[in-house]
């Protein structure tokens, strides 16, 4: 008899388990506090108790972790110096969607070599996440791979369903059970209505296959999260403006959800160009101080220095602090728009008292 199984599985490797890892890096008392009182603070700004600006910064995606904290430790003091009017999250993204191939991210190819050491990638990016908590930093990741939350995800005050797969299914029953609040970006090719229709998905309760701590799978239930809301990146063309929030906002209005909108400044927003992230991020802050309430949120690709470069295959002549992905706005950048945002907003806040 042909066998009709796994025809083109070239083989299986054994995983550790979530529960193996996490013995072997706890959770730390430090790091859990920080993740507790980011994840609420960011369900408070969400609930509009706390009116400070949320600020998600970071690298586009992590390949080289002692940039990472490099970065972390900059951003951590930085985060101090504006904490009376913003929340400082830190991007970091381990992992990559792609339209055909490329790069999936440090989790599947820690090596930068094709050999898709996937263990070796969960462990150091639980570290990595580890060591920037304990900054007393929370952090943002992207959720992919429906089996990778079970490892980190109790180390993220903020996730985000990219605009790739804010239509699927997979990715709208998991968000349903995450333990933070989950941003859904909109298409891209700018419909707004996927992003809507997941954050509908994801408030009601949903039962699907996945794996528990054990990596034993089985039938997970959850009970539905109600911290959902539209991260908007553009399209066909940016929607930042003022018209195309309000459009959002009723729409979102229409379909009785929360009026929660962070935008994010890369992507389709700068046409992936790093020049143009200032802009839209100044642009969404004037509309922020006329008086929109809609917009509760900024997200930035920062990284040490501006721009990106393309990897060879060698890692060690890549530039240090410089992405492989998309292009990310320099250090300096990020401060003067951070500072600037923080001057401009104490001053409302003052006229206001």
């Known amino acids: ?31 859990g506090e920080c993740v507790r009182t980011g994840r ?77 050491d996937i263990q070796t990638g969960l462990y150091r990016a639980r570290r990595l996440l580890l060591q920037i908590n304990e900054l007393g930093l929370p952090v943002a990741t992207e959720m992919l791979d429906p089996i990778t939350p079970q490892y980190v995800a109790d180390l993220v005050s903020w996730s985000a369903i990219g605009a790739r797969t804010t239509e699927s299914q997979t990715h709208r029953q998991m968000a349903s059970g995450l333990s ?37 799978t089985c039938v997970v239930k959850t009970g539905g999260n109600t911290y959902g809301h539209v991260v908007l990146r553009g399209g066909e063309k940016p929607n930042y403006d003022p ?4 459009e959002t906002r009723l729409n979102l209005i229409k ?54 470069q393309k990897f060879s295959g060698d890692p060690s002549a890549l530039e240090y602090g410089v992405s492989i992905t998309d292009e990310c706005i320099s250090w300096e950048t990020t401060e003067e728009l951070l500072h600037h945002a923080h001057r401009r ?3 409302v806040k003052l006229q206001a008292a």
């Open 345 to 347: 907003l104490s001053r």
């Open 1 to 31: 008899m042909h066998a009709t199984d796994d025809i083109r599985i070239q083989g299986y490797t054994a995983m550790q388990t979530p529960r193996q890892l996490k013995h072997e890096l706890p959770l730390s008392a430090g790091a």
């Open 243 to 246: 018209i195309s929030i309000e």
């Open 255 to 308: 379909k009785g959800l929360p009026e929660a909108v962070i935008v994010d400044c890369s992507h389709a927003n700068c046409h992936k160009k790093h020049q143009g992230q200032g802009n839209v991020f100044k642009n969404v802050l004037e509309q922020i101080l006329q008086g929109n309430e809609a917009i509760l949120g900024l997200m930035l690709e920062s990284n040490l220095h501006e721009g990106s």
């Open 180 to 216: 933070m609040p989950v941003g859904f970006k909109n298409s891209t090719d700018g419909n707004l209505g996927t992003a809507v229709n997941a954050m509908q998905a994801a408030r009601a309760p949903q039962t699907f296959l996945g794996i528990d701590q054990d990596g034993q």
């Open 40 to 116: 609420k603070t960011i369900q408070d700004i969400l609930d509009k108790k706390d009116r400070r600006l949320l600020v998600i910064s970071g690298p586009c995606s992590i390949h080289d972790e002692e940039a990472a904290l490099e970065y972390a430790h900059r951003l951590a003091r930085l985060s101090r110096e504006v904490d009376r009017t913003m929340v400082v999250v830190m991007r970091v993204y381990f992992e990559k969607p792609r339209t055909t191939v490329g790069w999936k991210g440090l989790i599947n190819d820690p090596n930068l070599d094709d050999t898709c």
